[in-house]
Nanobody, 120 residues
Framework: QVQLAESGGGLVQAGGSLRLSCAAS????????MRWYRQAPGKQREWVAG???????NYADSVKGRFTISRDDDKNAVYLQMNSLKPEDTAVYYC??????????????WGQGTSVTVSS
């Protein structure tokens, strides 16, 4: 079994910063791509950013230049540094990872989410 646990959410004023963390635990052989998604109230979940095992990153246009995704493979962790936050960034943020528990098995895992609220 593999678990992902996010932390770091909270309430921040517009223009502020937050750093989200997500740590994977359990029977992990290897983690390939790691991603962050978010879901605002009344909206569908949307992809925010992704990072490959090699460190290649991609961002949604709405966060490009403000958010930075990074990872620490020694800790099986992924981070999301969020700067210049806007009220429209308010959402529950979820981490997602493609985790191999053996050479032949890879599954997609999700965290339980951490809430970010940006006040205007």
């Amino acid at each position: 079994q593999v678990q992902l646990a996010e932390s770091g959410g909270g309430l921040v004023q517009a223009g502020g910063s937050l750093r989200l963390s997500c740590a994977a635990s359990g029977s992990i052989f290897r983690i390939s791509v790691m991603r962050w998604y978010r879901q605002a109230p009344g909206k569908q979940r949307e992809w925010v950013a992704g990072i490959s095992r090699g460190g290649n990153t991609n961002y949604a246009d709405s966060v490009k230049g403000r958010f930075t995704i990074s990872r620490d493979d020694d800790k099986n962790a992924v981070y999301l540094q969020m700067n210049s936050l806007k009220p429209e960034d308010t959402a529950v943020y979820y981490c997602n990872a493609a985790v191999s528990t053996s050479v032949t098995r890879t599954d997609d895992y999700w965290g339980q989410g951490t809430s970010v609220t940006v006040s205007s």
